[in-house]
């Protein structure tokens, strides 16, 4: 979800009215995704780098995340909206994290679309984590190393049991991954668009599916290939 910046600089706005007119387009996507029948969105709303942000910019964003969780929380639970968080949640101040805390119990019952919200997460983060477990678990002689394989390694990363992105979204017009999810999005497909993203639609959002309904996804195989598979109509 990038562009909340650029956005209010164009209008002669302060960074912050940015990022709140950004929540806005939250809902709106959140909406979009439960109606076109999506299983998991994943929300990339605060990055391991963004820590690094003027100190002033970083806490009113955390304030920002906590309190849009508060208000958005009974909405998610009406609509059947599952909340789920990723993330080096250590960092957050305690606040934060009761907040948190209060609405992943509220929606934990929920059985529609999951939500992940990535808050404090990098994907090199996360990688370099499930590394330093699964080597503990080796050299305290609990796993071999020959156990070590793509789908163990998946289940160390905060991902585990979520299935990996079909289609990566990132707006505001750069064309980069930016650490997130890099293990995950091997064979995902990639869409970028310039609209800032407190300009993003529930109706771009449609349009970016429709994009992806139209791309062949052959997974390191042959068109013919997947030709072959298909089944066929009796
Ligand atoms: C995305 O908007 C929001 C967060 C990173 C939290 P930016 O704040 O990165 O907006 P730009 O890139 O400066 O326009
Ligand atoms: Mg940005």
Redesign the pocket.
Known sequence: ???????AKKRGFD?SS??VA?VESVRKVITAASEAGVRYLTLY???TE?WNRPQAEVDA?IHLIAVSLEKETPGMVTNNVRLNVIGDMARLPRESIESLERSLAATASSTGLQVNLALSYSSRWEIVEATRRIAADVAAGRISPDAIDESLFSSCLTTAGIPDPDLLIRT?GDSRVSNFLLWQIAYSELYFTPI??PDFTGDHFLQAIADYQHRERRFGLTSEQLEDDKPTDK
């Open positions: 979800m990038d562009g909340n910046g650029r956005w960074r940015g990022h950004g709303a605060f990055s963004n964003l505001g800032y993203w």
